[in-house]
């Protein structure tokens, strides 16, 4: 099993900001060149998830995150353009 994380600069769409958001990607054998897509985690929505005293003081301008469906978020816009 191997497992490996991409980082992808996107603009947040609610703060207008260059982000990074990393995902994260499963190969199920050395063999097989077919990832599957595990985890996308975006660091604001990270950060507000964290007990205050843990937070990154960096992401402390963006105080919530009401989006469901973020575009960043989503599979297709994680792909390499």
Do not use: G
């Not at 994380?5 to 097989?32: F, G, L, V």
């Amino acid at each position: 099993m191997i497992t490996t994380s991409i980082t992808k600069q996107m603009i947040c769409p609610i703060w207008k900001e260059a982000i990074s958001i990393e995902a994260k990607y499963y190969y199920p054998d050395e063999t097989n060149c077919s990832a599957r897509l595990v985890q996308v985690i975006c660091p604001i929505k990270q950060n507000l998830s964290l007990p205050a005293s843990k937070r990154n003081d960096i992401f402390m301008r963006f105080p919530y995150c009401d989006m469901e469906n973020c575009q960043c978020l989503e599979k297709n816009n994680l792909i390499n353009s």
